[in-house]
Nanobody, 126 residues
Framework: QVQLVESGGGLVQAGGSLRLSCAAS????????MGWFRQAPEKEREFVAA????????YIADSVKGRFTISRDNAKNTVYLQMNSLKPEDTAVYYC???????????????????WGPGTQVTVSS
């Protein structure tokens, strides 16, 4: 099973940018679709973005479309979440997780993902 660790979170002012990274423990990472989720206090975990195993397809939640992009570098076993024009409502713990192998579609249900990292806190001040 893939093990993941997120990094790159922090405190940023509204309108600012952050780039989150998610590093995987094994080369089999490249076989998996990957997803980013977030969870704010007292709220359910929310789908943010997903990328197919090859990196050829990406899917962005409507709430962040036009501001966030997802990408991956399979040579580095890493998936990224570039977050621009951040808003206070983007404040949450952000998680990455591995989806299905060799999957070119996307899943928004966190129950279909595994290998969850510990998360990285993103705080956007107004």
């Amino acid at each position: 099973q893939v093990q993941l660790v997120e990094s790159g979170g922090g405190l940023v002012q509204a309108g600012g940018s952050l780039r989150l990274s998610c590093a995987a423990s094994r080369r089999a990472f490249s076989n998996y679709a990957m997803g980013w989720f977030r969870q704010a206090p007292e709220k359910e975990r929310e789908f943010v973005a997903a990328i197919s195993w090859s990196g050829g397809r990406t899917y962005i939640a409507d709430s962040v479309k036009g501001r966030f992009t997802i990408s991956r570098d399979n040579a580095k076993n890493t998936v990224y979440l570039q977050m621009n024009s951040l808003k206070p409502e983007d404040t949450a713990v952000y998680y990455c997780a591995a989806g299905r192998q060799y999957y070119s579609g996307y899943d928004t249900d966190p129950g279909l993902y595994h290998g969850w990292g510990p998360g990285t806190q993103v705080t956007v001040s107004s």
